[in-house]
T-cell receptor, first 115, second 114 residues
Framework: AQKVTQAQTEISVVEKEDVTLDCVYE???????LFWYKQPPSGELVFLIR??????QNEISGRYSWNFQKSTSSFNFTITASQVVDSAVYFC????????????FGAGTQVVVTP | NAGVTQTPKFQVLKTGQSMTLQCAQD?????MYWYRQDPGMGLRLIYY???????DKGEVPNGYNVSRLNKREFSLRLESAAPSQTSVYFC?????????????FGDGTRLSIL
């Protein structure tokens, strides 16, 4: 059975600090997909990134970066120079190749950025 | 471009009442999903529909039924609401049934059962 663990319940930072969110996953499949979603206080879920299990290249998108390491089953997410607008709950999720897109979500990490 | 539309946005029910949550997507997606979100537990899959005409159980299906009315619409029904079903419900859709497609979510339905 697949499983996603986000051990950090809440992280509080001051604006401009960097923040790293941890995500550890379990799956028996060799082909799988990892996602990060953002849920701002308004409540909607916003897709941020998808990573394939066969592509371990790290990715940077503006102030966001992702570090995927199959050896440790981790897919961590870093926000550089955080801003108040980054305050949200961030979810890591896993989907297996033949799972019809079913997502297994972690419990989420609340990020609070104060001015 | 509306994306995924859920109705209603808020609802209060009494224990034992029934209701149907509606979901429609305008992205011509094949797969649709219903999740519930409870504090500290992330989102959990209730039911999904890999394609029009098919539905299947997710992680927490008890107490719910679904109907894939057509390619656009996927409804979730609570036949006899219980306080344990107080939650925020999200509908989502994705382009295909394979696991590599990101899901697009509606804004959620906040449901309280007294």
């Amino acid at each position: 059975a697949q499983k996603v663990t986000q051990a950090q319940t809440e992280i509080s930072v001051v604006e401009k600090e960097d923040v790293t969110l941890d995500c550890v996953y379990e799956t028996r499949d060799t082909t799988y997909y990892l996602f990060w979603y953002k849920q701002p206080p308004s409540g909607e879920l916003v897709f941020l990134i998808r990573r394939n299990s066969f592509d371990e290249q790290n990715e940077i998108s503006g102030r966001y970066s992702w570090n995927f390491q199959k050896s440790t089953s981790s897919f961590n997410f870093t926000i550089t120079a955080s801003q108040v607008v980054d305050s949200a709950v961030y979810f890591c999720a896993l989907s297996e190749e033949d799972s019809w897109g079913k997502l297994q979500f972690g419990a989420g990490t609340q990020v609070v950025v104060t001015p | 471009n509306a994306g995924v539309t859920q109705t209603p946005k808020f609802q209060v029910l009494k224990t034992g009442q029934s209701m149907t949550l509606q979901c429609a997507q305008d992205m011509n997606h094949n797969s649709m999903y219903w999740y519930r979100q409870d504090p500290g537990m992330g989102l959990r899959l209730i039911y999904y529909s890999a394609s029009e005409g098919t539905t299947d159980k997710g992680e927490v299906p008890n107490g719910y039924n679904v109907s894939r009315l057509n390619k656009r619409e996927f409804s979730l029904r609570l036949e006899s609401a219980a306080p344990s079903q107080t939650s925020v419900y999200f509908c989502a859709s994705s382009e295909a049934g394979r696991g590599n497609q990101p899901q697009h979510f509606g804004d959620g339905t906040r449901l309280s059962i007294l």
